[in-house]
């Protein structure tokens, strides 16, 4: 499951609580309405965490997937030249 979708699902179930809160007596709703402020402040703080991680992240990222691409081809090349046959199999 990707971040986006956790973080998601975290709002859905914060907005489940808001309306549950709705329907409380004033003493459950007071208590869960300071519940459901801890847990936006921690979502909010995650959300940024896992901002800061992929800006810092991304580049290395986008190299690693170079590198995969590259062996990936390397790969690919070395097996049509293992299979193919006639003169000149050792050179593409």
Same mark, same amino acid.
């Given at each position: 499951m990707?971040s986006d979708?956790?973080?998601?699902e975290?709002?859905?179930?914060?907005?489940? /609580?808001?309306d549950k809160?709705?329907?409380?007596s004033?003493?459950v709703?007071e =208590?869960?309405?300071e519940?459901?402020?801890?847990l936006?402040?921690?979502?909010?703080k /995650?959300?940024?965490?896992?901002e800061?991680?992929k800006?810092?992240?991304e580049?290395?990222? =986008? =190299?690693?997937?170079?590198h /995969?691409?590259s062996?990936a081809?390397e790969? =690919?090349q070395a097996?049509?030249?293992?299979?193919r046959?006639?003169?000149g199999?050792e050179?593409?």
């Amino acid at each position: 499951m990707n971040s986006d979708k956790i973080l998601q699902e975290l709002r859905e179930k914060i907005d489940e /609580l808001i309306d549950k809160a709705r329907d409380a007596s004033d003493e459950v709703r007071e =208590e869960m309405e300071e519940t459901i402020e801890a847990l936006k402040v921690q979502r909010d703080k /995650l959300e940024e965490k896992l901002e800061d991680f992929k800006l810092k992240n991304e580049p290395k990222i =986008e =190299e690693a997937k170079h590198h /995969l691409r590259s062996a990936a081809d390397e790969i =690919e090349q070395a097996f049509k030249k293992l299979f193919r046959k006639g003169p000149g199999a050792e050179e593409l």
